[in-house]
Structure formats: C-alpha cells, structure tokens
C-alpha cells in the first residue's frame, strides 16, 4: 500500500502545529506543520515517540532537559514522559508513535 501526506486531511493541534497522520496496524506517523514562534504545551501519552526534524529549527524539552533540534536530527520521547516544544523557526517534522494514537484518527 503506498499512501501520500497530501492526500490525507490536515488535523490542527495547537496554533501554528497541523500534521497529516498515517495509522498503521501498531503505529501512526505524522507529518508535522510548525509555524516560527508556534508552542506546544508541556504534556505526556502513553505513546513512544520519535520525532525526526526533516527542516527548521525546534527547541524540545522531555523530563526537563532541554535540547535544539535541527534539520537531521531525531530524539526519542519514551513513554508517559513530559515533553513540550517551540519553535524557532518554521519547522517540517515527521513523528512516530507507538501504538497508535486513537486521538489521531
């Protein structure tokens, strides 16, 4: 099955953070939208999640450090850790969680 971002309907999140998701039978990947000066609140899930930065520049806080993340990077939020996000510049992302995330649908 071959399947595209564009094809799929944008999902906002918060101001300035929309993704487009894919689920799959044990995970769900998203393509990440994020505006200059866009925040997302600290918060937790159940969910492993690997962010890779594909362009931008993002500031990401999990457990209380804090690191920037740039075009190529990857960092892994394990789960029911708290993590939150700003960014610096306008940012493209592709998330990956384990399992899938329902809310998401």
């Known amino acids: 099955m071959t399947l595209k971002f564009s094809d799929i309907q944008e999902k906002n999140l918060v101001k300035g953070i929309s993704g487009k998701y894919i689920h799959t039978e044990n995970n769900t990947v998203g393509y990440i939208e994020i505006k200059n000066g866009a925040v997302l609140p600290a918060h937790s899930h159940i969910h492993e999640q690997i962010t890779q930065v594909i362009s931008g520049k993002l500031e990401m806080t999990i457990d ?4 920037i993340l ?3 990077s990857i960092t892994i939020i394990p789960s029911n ?3 939150s996000a700003f960014a610096h510049t306008d940012c493209i992302v592709i998330d ?7 809310d998401y649908k």
């Open 64 to 67: 209380g450090v804090t690191q």
């Open 70 to 72: 740039e075009s190529g």
């Open 81 to 83: 850790s708290v993590h």
């Open 96 to 102: 990956t969680f384990f399992p899938v995330r329902e």
